[in-house]
């Protein structure tokens, strides 16, 4: 499976704790998924929970880590980014998903940015439901959740 035959991207802004990315990178592998890093990181590449956390689908997974988010868009536009966040009043499953589309998510613990989910880039905000109190889930729960919403909306490809 190529980049260009990929189904899904998953985007992390700027991800700080190296569990949760190397967690993802194993879900990006058996997904069939990408991954996109957008730096600043909170870790090396080589940093031992990483590679603990992906384990041996490190290597089978598609990752690409970029210099900024301004970076990662020029890599992944024209697609459509939804941006998943505490502030959007759309579920993530009232979104159809079409394959290339992009899975945005914040860095551990505050999430998005503020500015990031109104970036003109941005097709859509879209929400995990929660029980009232709660600030956030775990960014690679997170992750999995609308990957996997989506992979199953369009047919589990691959």
């Given at each position: 499976?190529t980049?260009t035959?990929r189904?899904l991207?998953?985007?992390f802004?700027?991800?700080q ?5 190397g967690?993802t990178?194993?879900l ?7 991954l ?12 031992a929970k990483l590679r603990?956390a992906?384990v041996?689908y ?5 990752t690409f ?5 301004a ?10 980014v939804?941006?998943f966040?505490?502030r959007?009043?759309?579920?993530y499953?009232?979104?159809a ?14 999430g ?9 880039a ?5 929400q995990?439901p929660?029980l009232?109190?709660?600030?956030s889930l775990?960014l690679?729960?997170?992750a999995?959740?609308?990957v996997y919403?989506?992979?199953r909306q369009?047919?589990f490809?691959?």
């Amino acid at each position: 499976m190529t980049a260009t035959t990929r189904p899904l991207r998953i985007l992390f802004c700027s991800p700080q704790i190296p569990n949760n990315t190397g967690a993802t990178m194993r879900l990006a592998a058996v997904t069939g998924a990408e991954l996109h890093l957008a730096r600043p990181l909170g870790f090396d590449m080589d940093d031992a929970k990483l590679r603990r956390a992906g384990v041996d689908y490190r290597d089978k997974a598609a990752t690409f880590v970029h210099d900024s988010l301004a970076e990662a868009y020029r890599a992944l536009l024209p697609a459509r980014v939804f941006a998943f966040t505490a502030r959007a009043e759309r579920l993530y499953t009232e979104v159809a998903y079409r394959p290339g589309d992009v899975l945005m998510f914040g860095p551990e613990p505050a999430g998005i940015a503020e500015q990031a989910p109104y970036h003109p880039a941005v097709t859509m905000r879209v929400q995990l439901p929660m029980l009232p109190g709660n600030r956030s889930l775990n960014l690679a729960s997170a992750a999995a959740v609308g990957v996997y919403e989506a992979w199953r909306q369009l047919g589990f490809p691959g």
